[in-house]
């Protein structure tokens, strides 16, 4: 009987696991609101130095949204003035994008890169994946008293769990029943 619910596990953990390799964080939001699309760099590589300015770039599967690095930045057509990520909270680790005033064609998957050089000599910069955002746009009309009329209200969001969650819930589940 445990050989069965090790191998239906096994299944689970190996199809879950194919849906949600990216671990990627779902957004709903109203037009005109504001959206943060979290981000942390430093659970990707927290050995960067502190005095170092970090290189974030936010883009979507078309064209970088966002690029800041120190007090230059960048920011996409059509996402002008509306976008940023604010330099203070992205020296502590806080990569989050602040979009304002969210518009229907804002609807995309936001994906969040550290940019860093690989060696002092080198001008390349090595890419690493951060986080990914899938942000929903909802246009319909908002009802009297609803969460979303509060002026501090935050888009509501689920996140998937990553592969590696389901392959330590499958090591431990299996040990569990091999003992």
């Not at 037009?31 to 130095?49: M, Q, Y």
């Not at 003035?81 to 020296?91: A, H, N, Y």
């Not at 000599?121 to 246009?139: A, G, N, P, T, Y």
Request: glycine share 6%; net charge negative.
């Amino acid at each position: 009987m445990g050989i069965i619910l090790q191998e239906f596990i096994l299944m689970l953990v190996i199809s879950t696991g194919s849906l949600s390799a990216e671990g990627r964080l779902f957004m709903d939001v109203k037009v005109g609101r504001s959206a943060v699309l979290p981000c942390n760099w430093r659970t990707k590589l927290d050995n960067l130095a502190t005095d170092q300015s970090p290189h974030i770039e936010w883009r979507t599967f078309s064209e970088t949204v966002f690029e800041r690095l120190g007090e230059e930045q960048f920011q996409g057509e059509g996402y002008e003035g509306r976008i940023d990520v604010p330099e203070d909270e992205l020296k502590k680790g806080n990569c989050s994008l602040v979009l304002k005033d969210v518009k229907l064609g804002d609807a995309a998957v936001y994906e969040s890169y550290l940019l860093v050089k690989r060696t002092k000599r080198s001008l390349r910069s090595k890419r690493v994946f951060i986080q990914s955002v899938e942000l929903s746009v909802d246009d319909t009309p908002e009802e009297i008293n609803s969460a979303q009329d509060k002026p501090n209200s935050q888009p509501r969001g689920r996140s998937l769990p990553s592969s590696e969650s389901i392959s330590y819930l499958y090591l431990s589940l299996s040990n569990y029943f091999t003992e």
